[in-house]
């Protein structure tokens, strides 16, 4: 009796095919936004993390640990105060220290950020899961006026190899003093990385100097202009860098290395372990992180809320088939069983496609993702951390089901066989 009464409701479901196929979409979009909303926060969190991959600590002027992060990698904001040549000198001379890439910041272009550096910033340099920078086309910077394009630079302005472009004093697009009389040449293009590295142009520290010689206070010294030709006369070591990324033989000496920064007497210095400024980060964003979760939890209830809608307009519908299937022999319980059953089946096809739908949707898009946004979207059907999730959906569906079963068990047979007047 029992499986003739499930093959009658399958009968019935696929009767009312369109209608269920709707509510099981709405279920799926639901459970798709609020576990992908999780993921992507996840996700964007270990990207971010990985935006310096590779580098143990970032190195700069006393300040906040958040404040330096965000400048120095993401090219947000600005430096308080620059570190002494002398002293990155020192810190690469630390038997801790493996390498030490100095970072010099300051200029613009068409509101892009210039980054001054050396050659080892690209071999150093990792982004995403490890990935080290890779050239679309020309190689990196040899020449004093030589600069190094960030892919989305490149295609804003469609700059080309050889082109020549000016550098402006000063951050930002309107205002500002043009270094028209050095100009520079694209010598190299990046290919996308979803980082500030995007959006950069990367130059030579003596290029950095030699635009700025004959400049004093941020200002050109009037009646004074040096060519090109004739800057390389000149001593182009910098007296001064924004920054310094570090990286060490052994991770285990990253503590004792920042204790040692930290508390230099010579010059105010702050040494900061990115996963630890980020941490920071992630507090003071922590708001709109939970907004969005709220937001995306209210979207499943309303979409639970429309599947009791719906399973109760279909009770007037079906009234005579409940009442003929209590006629051969199914009781109230049954009934009951069979409404709550195909609610908590729609709930859990909806949990489950929405699953597919987001896995389908990283494989789809992650490296779309990665190279537009810098997130890397790793396709997983679910992950452990999931589970609490995706179990508050089931049980609100199966809780939501009862409604309409108990509307259902409290029906008469009469109720359903009686002709209406």
């Given at each position: 009796m029992n499986r003739f009464i499930c093959m009658l409701a399958l009968r019935s479901a696929w009767n009312r095919r369109?209608?269920?196929?709707?509510?099981l979409l709405s279920v799926a979009l639901s459970a798709a936004l609020l576990v992908g909303i999780e993921r992507l926060r996840a996700d964007a969190r270990e990207s971010f993390a990985e935006a310096v991959s590779?580098?143990?600590?970032?190195?700069?002027?006393?300040?906040?640990?958040?404040?330096?992060?965000?400048?120095?990698?993401?090219?947000?904001g600005a430096a308080t105060n620059n570190i002494g040549w002398q002293s990155f000198q020192a810190l690469a001379r630390d038997p801790a220290v493996?390498?030490?890439?100095?970072?010099?910041?300051?200029?613009?272009?068409r509101g892009f950020a210039v980054l001054g550096t050396t050659g080892m910033y690209f071999e150093r340099f990792r982004h995403g899961?490890?990935?080290a920078l890779r050239f679309t086309d020309g190689k990196p910077f040899e020449q004093l006026f030589d600069a190094v394009i960030g892919a989305e630079v490149a295609a804003a302005a469609g700059y080309r190899l050889g082109q020549r472009i000016t550098l402006s004093h000063g951050s930002g697009t309107e205002g500002l003093t043009e270094h028209a009389d050095?100009?520079?040449?694209?010598?190299?293009?990046?290919?996308?990385?979803?980082?500030?590295?995007?959006?950069?142009?990367?130059?030579?520290?003596?290029?950095?100097?030699?635009?700025?010689?004959?400049?004093?206070?941020?200002?050109?010294?009037?009646?004074?202009?040096?060519?090109?030709?004739?800057?390389?006369?000149?001593?182009?070591?910098?007296?001064?860098?924004?920054?310094?990324?570090?990286?060490l033989h052994n991770r285990a000496e990253v503590f004792a290395l920042q204790r040692r920064i930290n508390t230099m007497r010579d010059e105010a210095l702050m040494a900061v372990m990115p996963g630890v400024a980020l941490d920071e980060l992630w507090q003071i964003i922590g708001t709109a992180e939970r907004s969005l979760t709220a937001v995306s939890a209210l979207v499943a209830?309303?979409?639970?809320?429309?599947?009791?809608?719906?399973?109760?307009?279909?009770?007037?519908?079906?009234?005579?088939?409940?009442?003929?299937?209590?006629?051969?022999?199914?009781?109230?319980r049954d009934i009951f069983m069979l409404l709550t059953l195909e609610g908590l089946l729609i709930t859990l096809g909806g949990v489950l496609l929405g699953l597919g739908f987001l896995t389908a949707g990283s494989a789809m898009f992650g490296d779309a993702a990665l190279a537009r946004y810098g997130i890397d979207l790793r396709p997983?059907?679910?992950?452990?951390?999931?589970?609490?999730?995706?179990?508050?959906?089931?049980?609100a569906g199966f809780c939501a089901s009862l409604v309409p079963g108990y509307r259902a068990y409290r029906m008469a047979l009469a109720d359903g066989l009686a002709p209406r007047l």
């Open positions: 369109l209608t269920l196929g709707m509510t590779g580098t143990d600590l970032i190195v700069g002027a006393r300040a906040s640990p958040v404040e330096l992060m965000l400048y120095a990698v993401f090219r947000i493996t390498w030490a890439v100095p970072l010099s910041l300051g200029d613009s272009h899961n490890g990935r050095k100009p520079f040449v694209v010598a190299g293009i990046l290919a996308r990385t979803g980082t500030a590295v995007d959006r950069t142009v990367h130059v030579s520290l003596e290029a950095i100097e030699a635009i700025h010689l004959d400049w004093r206070g941020g200002a050109p010294i009037p009646g004074v202009s040096i060519p090109p030709e004739f800057a390389r006369k000149f001593d182009l070591q910098p007296k001064s860098i924004t920054a310094a990324f570090i990286g209830v309303v979409s639970l809320i429309g599947l009791v809608a719906v399973v109760l307009a279909g009770l007037n519908e079906r009234r005579r088939e409940l009442a003929i299937l209590r006629s051969i022999g199914a009781g109230p997983r059907l679910l992950a452990m951390d999931e589970l609490p999730v995706l179990a508050s959906i089931v049980g």
